[in-house]
DNA sequence: ATAGGGTTACTG
DNA sequence: CAGTAACCCTAT
């Protein structure tokens, strides 16, 4: 890691992290002039922002330099249950083609099967409480996720499988998650919430969506929780959702603090961003159970 | 405006 | 002298 000219400050460094997530990667023009970053990065142009996170991509995902693509391999989600190398590697918010072989469980994004979280998520996030129809469902999903051409069938297939399971059930037409399992997620998820404690008053005052009783959060900590319960749901997460989410917790890490992450977790929360908070909440799950009660977060 | 290849400059 | 990060150039 040399440290040549304008080198970047870890000021900058937050900031187009926080930018990339708010904005996505590739806007840098956008995150650039956002009066959030703006002032922060004022002095670097966009395409600088483009090859920073660039360098930071590469760096994450392995010491390889940009032009040797690494093929890193995912461990197998379901197998072990290691807390702690859950995601110690991940691909750049590059291309990437992670096609491993996941054993021989449902995961593959193109020609394999659907996998339940898939379908959960979307009936999730379409937030329809009387449910969504076949059609939706199937729409939804078609505009998030490529699909194969049977993808139809295999959908209703599917959901007659989670109806009988009572994960999901069928009022009319409709389907939505069952309140049983969405309890069960809930609970989940509570082994999360003690963290907001631990976040301070900070933004926090404004956006009052604490994990805590019927609110929007909660149902985001519930969404985030199904997944977890859902155990084998880490599907596709071959992009910046991981690299964040990795940077976090290594960052959470070396400072002891959990505070950092906690207020990430929230402030995303709040925001909405239900799919980068569940990659942040399997991991700083996993953080909990492994440092306990030695994390002493010094607010 | 962005992605990606290429170049320069700094570090160990 | 190799590796890396910042910077530059160009096609899309």
């Not at 069928?170 to 998650?177: Q, V």
Request: aromatic residues 6%; hydrophobic residues 35%; positive net charge.
């Amino acid at each position: 890691m040399g440290a040549p000219k304008q080198k970047w400050t870890s000021e900058e460094e937050e900031a187009l992290r926080r930018g990339v997530l708010k904005h996505g990667a590739g806007k840098w023009r956008t995150i650039q002039k956002d009066p959030e970053f703006s002032p922060v990065l004022s002095s670097r142009s966009n395409i600088d922002l483009k090859d920073k996170w660039r360098n930071l991509s590469f760096s994450a995902s392995g010491l390889g330099s940009r032009d040797k693509i690494k093929v890193l391999r995912i461990k197998a989600p379901s197998s072990s249950t290691s807390p702690s190398s859950q995601a110690l590697l991940l691909p750049p918010p590059d291309k990437v083609t992670e096609a491993s072989p996941l054993a021989d469980s449902e995961k593959s994004s193109q020609d394999g099967k659907i996998p339940n979280s898939m379908i959960i998520e979307a009936l999730y996030e379409m937030r329809d409480p009387n449910g969504s129809d076949v059609d939706a469902i199937c729409n939804y999903i078609e505009q998030r996720h490529e699909v194969q051409a049977n993808f139809r069938r295999l959908l209703t297939t599917k959901l007659r499988r989670l109806t009988a399971a009572k994960k999901i059930e069928k009022i009319d037409r409709a389907y939505r998650i069952t309140e049983s399992y969405a309890a069960k997620a809930s609970i989940a998820m509570k082994s999360l919430s003690p963290k907001k404690d631990l976040a301070k008053p900070l933004k926090a005052s404004q956006n009052v969506g604490l994990f805590a009783a019927t609110s929007p959060a909660l149902d985001a900590a519930a969404a985030a929780a199904m997944k977890v319960a859902d155990a084998e749901a880490k599907a596709h997460l071959a992009n910046e959702h991981m690299m964040e989410v990795e940077r976090m917790f290594k960052l959470s890490e070396e400072t002891e603090s959990l505070l950092t992450l906690a207020t990430e977790i929230y402030e995303r929360c709040s925001r909405g961003e239900v799919l980068t908070v569940l990659q942040v909440a399997q991991n700083s799950f996993e953080f909990e159970r492994n440092s306990s009660a030695s994390s002493t977060v010094h607010a």
